[in-house]
């Protein structure tokens, strides 16, 4: 059971996202990136979404005709921002796995690989998305997050207490809204989980990499992968 308190009930007090701000992180950003050594755990090329789950949101994970670097299918997220106690909150989360929802244990490939598309929303708004990994330290299991919501309020980077759920911390790092901000545009992003462990956690190592987690709102999701680098 997959239960992350702090990373799920983020509330805030507003709708969409705004205007892009300066990220403290380093992001790495390349175009239709090869790798030589590198395992893909979603491409949607066999037009299925059973690697993945939902959490309490209303909408399944879609699979579209279209997908990065002219391939032919693609993830589609859909977004579920409503209003609970005055405030807005996004309520589904997208958790991807193995198609037998095992866990995907990668010890040796560390770096994060996906191309990311936004969509407008049909109520005109861009929404705020988050990106996350779950993993396997020395000190114990972690969430790390990359959230474009933290760059836009300017928060800093931070390690959150969340020993009462399924992971005893999450790292959480800021995530260029320039990813909000441009739309209907492949874009791929890459992170080298170790390097974003030892930021916050200098003494700490990686021994494993086990899911991903998407948080958002009309999101185009492909060529989900993990590589050497």
Request: hydrophobic share 35%; net charge negative; with cysteine.
């Amino acid at each position: 059971m997959w239960i992350y308190i702090h990373f799920f009930l983020l509330i805030i007090s507003f709708i969409g996202c705004g205007t892009p701000t300066n990220s403290i992180s380093t992001i790495t950003e390349t175009s239709n990136q090869v790798h030589n050594t590198q395992t893909i755990y979603e491409d949607a090329e066999d037009g299925s979404n059973q690697k993945w789950e939902v959490w309490e949101g209303p909408y399944d994970v879609e699979v579209v005709n279209f997908g990065a670097n002219n391939s032919k299918h693609a993830i589609f997220l859909r977004e579920n921002w409503h209003k609970v106690d005055g405030k807005f909150i996004s309520g589904v989360y997208y958790r991807l796995t193995n198609k037998e929802h095992t866990l995907w244990d990668n010890s040796t490939q560390k770096v994060l690989h996906f191309d990311h598309m936004k969509q407008r929303s049909a109520d005109g708004r861009l929404y705020c998305f988050t990106v996350s990994v779950e993993i396997d330290t020395t000190f114990g299991r972690r969430m790390i997050s990359f959230n474009t919501f933290y760059d836009k309020q300017h928060y800093d980077a931070e390690s959150i207490d969340s020993s009462d759920t399924d992971y005893e911390k999450e790292l959480v790092f800021p995530l260029t809204m320039s990813y909000v901000n441009n739309t209907n545009k492949w874009r791929h992003l890459s992170f080298n989980i170790e390097d974003y462990l030892h930021r916050l956690e200098p003494d700490n190592d990686l021994v494993a990499i086990n899911a991903f987690v998407f948080n958002g709102g009309d999101d185009y999701l492909d060529n989900i992968a993990l590589a050497s680098e």
